[in-house]
C-alpha cells in the first residue's frame, strides 16, 4: 500500500507529573519515521504506548475501529503507560493524534528516499 500519512501527536493532558513532557507539546511520524526536529520530546513510556498503532494509522486505518475514538474521523487518543499516583511518581499523559494526508510532493519524495534505502 502506497498511502503515507502524517501523524501529529500533541499532549493533550497530563495526569500527575511527567518529568518528559509539557501540553502542547508534539511529536511528527511521516510513514515509519519519527521527524527529530519536529519532535519536542520523546519518552519509551510513551512510545510503548502507540508504537504497534502508528504504522495501521499512517497507512489510514480507522481510529475508530482500533478503540482511539468515538467517530470516525482523523483524530485519535492514546494515553502513556505510566499510570501516575499513587502508583508511580511519574504521571499519565493523554496524546491526541492527529492524521494527515501528506501532500503529493512531497509523499512522492518520502516514497523515493524510502525505496532508495530499501525501506519500501
Known sequence: MNTVNRLII?????RGECPVFKVG???VIEGPN???EK???LCVHALGSMLS????LGRGVSFKEL?????????GYVQCLDPGPPYTLGGTVIFEIR???LREKHRASFLL????HGKA
Open 34 to 36: 519519527i521527524v527529530p
Open 53 to 56: 498503532l502508528v504504522i495501521a
Open 39 to 41: 519532535a519536542d520530546a
Open 67 to 75: 478503540g482511539l475514538a468515538k467517530e470516525e474521523g482523523n483524530v
Open 25 to 27: 507539546d508534539r511529536i
Open 10 to 14: 500533541i499532549v493533550k493532558e497530563i
Open 113 to 116: 528516499k524510502t525505496r532508495e
Open 99 to 101: 492524521r494527515e494526508r
